[in-house]
């Protein structure tokens, strides 16, 4: 999800859902409860700090209750934007995504890492330079994570699984040559993954917002044909490896997101097909796959194309449920407060069927 913001790093590693916030001002009604249980017990949880691409990280570490002996680890890795260890960001501060997973987890007996992801923190710090952050440090913190995961005492390094969100599955589907040889191929775990190339995806997701914008009389219709058109300009250019000084598209960016600052990491996330990188996993990685079948952000043909390079891969679609697993009713007019939703109780038993067939 996107949402313009005042320092370069902020605008750089927000890039998806460029109206998100008008996808999700209607949902299902509140509940009489307001707030919702989160899921699963919980487990134990403590702070962790780790050096990763030059910066310190801070992450928190779960672990079941009373296990006894070392358990199977989880990294779980954020979706888009600057996205913190429990999976919200300034636009849907209570998604808590990522949190809901990690309880899942150690309720299936499984320990997890989960780490504020670079630019997401409440105590960052921008850098003093304007130029764009380089997009390995994301890289770079993916495999400082894993590496503090594994090092965790109570978590058996031999039997690891990564848990990639939405974006963060494209780093779950290339974490096998980010971590290297001397580390075992771990299992995935792709929650509403993408199955196109990055700048087709933020296309395909503009283009529904605009039109549902538009539909709303929130934006004109020459102002829908203009954004539209800037979108395509700027994919164009991107690809082509031109700069938008050579262009009619607005310096600063359609609605800040293709802009100077954003450029190499929409680049360098539009390099990869997630079907090719599907493909390249080592043999025999096993693979889940869920979906909600709600999900704004990422289509039912999104998935379907991923799977095509997924031949032995596992797949759960959920109904009724969206891009961060909570339960979805669309009801013009009714307030979306994802606290009020309930994460998806088909997670659990789909997690825990493929972790006890795996070690």
């Not at 962790?48 to 209750?65: L, N, Y």
């Not at 960001?89 to 299936?108: F, G, H, I, K």
Request: contains cysteine.
């Amino acid at each position: 999800m996107f949402t313009p913001a005042s320092s370069t790093a902020r605008r750089r590693t927000a890039v998806v859902g460029v109206l998100a916030a008008v996808l999700f001002s209607t949902s299902c009604a509140p509940s009489e409860d307001r707030t919702v249980e989160a899921p699963g017990v919980g487990g134990q949880e403590r702070e962790v700090t780790f050096e990763g691409g030059g910066h310190e990280v801070s992450a928190g570490f779960r672990s079941p209750e009373n296990a006894s002996g070392t358990v199977p680890g989880a990294l779980i890795i954020s979706g888009s934007g600057p996205t913190d260890r429990d999976g919200n960001s300034r636009l849907r501060p209570e998604a808590n995504t990522n949190q809901n997973l990690s309880r899942v987890l150690a309720d299936t007996g499984v320990a997890s890492l989960r780490y504020d992801k670079y630019g997401s923190a409440p105590d960052f710090e921008p850098p003093d330079s304007d130029d764009p952050v380089d997009p390995r440090i994301f890289d770079e913190q993916v495999v400082a994570a894993y590496e503090e995961l594994i090092a965790q005492p109570e978590v058996d390094p031999r039997r690891v699984l990564v848990v990639g969100h939405s974006e963060g599955a494209l780093y779950a589907l290339r974490v096998h040559e980010l971590i290297g040889e001397n580390h075992p191929s771990p299992a995935l775990v792709l929650a509403a993954p993408p199955g196109t190339r990055y700048l087709d995806l933020v296309d395909r997701q503009v283009t529904e917002q605009v039109r549902v914008a538009e539909a709303q009389q929130q934006i004109g219709e020459g102002e829908a044909v203009r954004l539209l058109s800037d979108v395509r300009t700027a994919r164009a250019m991107i690809r082509a490896g031109r700069s938008f000084q050579d262009s009619d598209v607005p310096q600063g960016g359609v609605l800040g997101l293709y802009s100077p600052a954003n450029t190499d990491f929409l680049a360098f996330m539009d390099s990869f097909d997630p079907v090719r990188l599907a493909e390249d996993l080592p043999q025999g990685t096993p693979v889940l796959v869920l979906w909600g079948e709600d999900d704004a952000q990422v289509s039912r043909e999104d998935v379907d194309r991923l799977m095509t390079g997924l031949d032995e891969a596992e797949r759960v679609d959920i109904a009724d449920t969206d891009h961060i697993f909570r339960y979805y009713a669309d009801q013009p007019g009714a307030a979306v407060l994802d606290a009020e939703r309930p994460f998806a109780e088909e997670v659990a038993p789909a997690l825990e069927e493929f972790v006890d067939g795996l070690w």
